[in-house]
């Protein structure tokens, strides 16, 4: 037997993916590429925006025809947020939320035995609410490993609470445990994950910066990035920590969403842009290499001509790397669809193309002020290029990807290397 898995959307489920493809290894099946004819096709599913929804009913579509007679199963925060219009495409077979997808093996198991042809479709989308730590695989040198779900923010655009329910996590202790697991299966670098990461513990009275302390005692581990963390969690404390710690590194990605004060009232986000600009200055002050990354939504409710122009100012005084950008896009059940002063679609369009255009000029600016230094790299498996002028590439501390001719004693290992012109590889994604 054999299973298919196509991911979309967050770290988070690609982490869960690779939990879920373990356990069906362990169970005997083998894994083939998603674009071949599979018994069993797994698509774990994104609700982040329509676009996302819509890569999703593409890729079951697809699970679909390449083999009518396979186990479709549709997984994740769409399945949990609208399960009715999942069901309603032809040959989907089970559906479950976000509770209970780690159940997929045992669903799996029971369809078959059960003459799948007069089994109903199955659906499950209870509440959220169990938590499971889980690291993706697949990636010799770097995992992404989820250490807390879900989120009580409620932002006026986000549907993410409702698909992922109420923050929570392991303890300390036991996140601790899977991160010296981690290291045993020799990989160097640890991206932490979650929906609103800085909420880590608060549930049951332990502190994120307690937990990056200990992780940052776990031995065989080089490096940790923490994937994204809001403006008001990210604490002096915390920046001080890693500026001063062993393995955690000065590549920070800051959600600010809007330039606006205005804006990020409505959106019901916890800071304001004074907030922002101070946190980003700390950083500055005591990382100044740092890599910066912030997402931000374009014309959300209330972002009028004037607003915008403001956002934009603000953004462009922002010592930042880089930008995450998009248009914003209505979500069913959120409070935002009931607000005033709506913006509209082509103009949301229109100021993310320019947006990401000032992104391109603020990484620009960040890799020439990285020029001629060293930094560290840890350089990863995979061989590029021709035969007899094969390179191999890595990132390096503060996110910039380099290349170097290919030495396989250096695989796995984190080393100096300086940044040119040459030593650059250009046109990558960021969303990496
Ligand atoms: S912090 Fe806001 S944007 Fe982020 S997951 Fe929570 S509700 Fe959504």
Request: aromatic letters at 8%; proline letters at 4%; hydrophobic letters at 35%.
């Amino acid at each position: 037997m054999t299973i298919a898995t196509h991911t979309l959307g967050c770290k988070l489920n690609f982490a869960e993916t690779s939990n879920l493809q373990k356990q069906f290894v362990a169970a005997g099946f083998g894994i083939v590429d998603f674009h071949e004819k599979a018994d069993i096709y797994v698509i774990n599913t994104c609700t982040v925006t329509s676009v996302a929804e819509k890569k999703c009913r593409n890729a079951i579509r697809q699970a679909v025809s390449q083999n009518p007679q396979a186990i479709v199963a549709v997984i994740g925060c769409f399945a949990q947020n609208d399960a009715g219009q999942i069901a309603a495409i032809p040959g989907v077979s089970i559906i479950l939320g976000n509770e209970q997808k780690h159940r997929l093996l045992e669903i799996v198991t029971d369809i078959r035995e059960q003459q799948r042809q007069t089994k109903p479709l199955y659906i499950n989308t209870d509440e959220p609410r169990s938590f499971q730590l889980s690291y993706s695989g697949g990636d010799r040198t770097r995992t992404f490993f989820k250490i807390q779900d879900g989120c009580d923010y409620f932002c006026s655009y986000c549907a993410i609470p409702f698909a992922r329910g109420r923050s929570r996590s392991a303890t300390i202790a036991e996140t601790v445990a899977v991160a010296r697991e981690i290291a045993t299966t020799g990989t160097r670098e640890v991206v932490l994950t979650g929906v609103n990461t800085g909420t880590f513990g608060l549930h049951q009275g332990e502190h994120f910066l307690d937990l990056l302390k200990a992780l940052d005692q776990v031995e065989g581990i080089l490096r940790y990035r923490i994937s994204s963390i809001e403006p008001n969690l990210i604490t002096d404390e915390i920046i001080d920590f890693v500026a001063h710690s062993r393995a955690f590194l000065p590549h920070f990605h800051i959600p600010l969403q809007a330039g606006s004060d205005k804006v990020l009232k409505m959106m019901h986000r916890h800071y304001d842009t004074a907030l922002y600009a101070e946190r980003l200055q700390h950083i500055r002050g005591v990382m100044p290499d740092a890599c910066i990354a912030a997402d931000v939504i374009t014309g959300f409710n209330g972002e009028d001509d004037e607003t915008f122009v403001q956002s934009k100012q603000y953004l462009e005084s922002l010592p930042i790397s880089y930008l995450h950008v998009f248009p914003y896009s209505d979500r069913p059940g959120t409070h935002a669809l009931k607000m005033p002063e709506r913006i509209e679609i082509p103009i949301r369009k229109a100021r993310s193309q320019e947006l990401h255009q000032l992104s391109d000029r603020k990484r620009q600016a960040f890799v020439e002020s990285q020029m001629g230094k060293t930094r560290t790299v840890l350089w990863e498996h995979t061989r590029h290029g021709a035969p007899g002028q094969e390179t191999m590439q890595g990132w390096t501390d503060n996110y910039i990807r380099l290349q170097r001719p290919y030495d396989e004693t250096l695989c796995g290992t984190v080393t100096p290397y300086p940044i040119t012109n040459s030593t650059i590889v250009e046109n990558i994604s960021f969303e990496d």
